[in-house]
């Protein structure tokens, strides 16, 4: 069996099971070309989260070139990437990583792939849950309901009242006026 040794993570990997329909997918559905990637690591440079990812933003590209879709889409850094386009501004190729992990996050979802952050993964669905009822994200509602979903109450309740005493979480939602076109993007 052919192996390659993957220079991100110094892994090897054998490429047998590899799903070379995947990357056309990622390619088509995030319009990111992402075999222009040449690895030059500014990505990896940039991001601000990249010391906590399982692999760097263009590890995360080769996983997809090589078609290893099922590390692909049960790595950490799909659910840590939080979409802040600092990687893509210094991409000499433009590509748009955001874009990418959006995309990766939808399969691993559609597939059932077992997601490496659980609770990133309930943080963003009360974002969803909030955006689609008010248009807007209501932080206090979305950090509550995210605390009943984790039945983590304590951990970060400093932050938390730290937040309300400079009046940065609002006590009620307001929702935008016309809430219907809003909704119409869960449909
Ligand atoms: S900056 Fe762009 S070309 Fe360079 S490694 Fe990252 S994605 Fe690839
Ligand atoms: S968009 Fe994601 S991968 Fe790019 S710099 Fe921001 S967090 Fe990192």
Redesign the pocket.
Known sequence: MKKVFYLDSGETIELGDSDFRFASEVRQRSGTDLNTCYHCWC?AG?????DAMDYT?NGVIRLVQLGLKKKALECSTIWL????????TVCPMGID??AI?DTLRQMALEEGASVAEPDILNFHKEVLNSIEHYGRTHKLEIMLRYKIRTRDWFSDMDVGIKMLAKRKLDLMPSKVNDIEEIRKIFL
């Open positions: 990505c940039g991001c601000p989260f990249a933003p990437c939080v979409g802040c386009h600092t990687c893509s990583m955001s992990m």
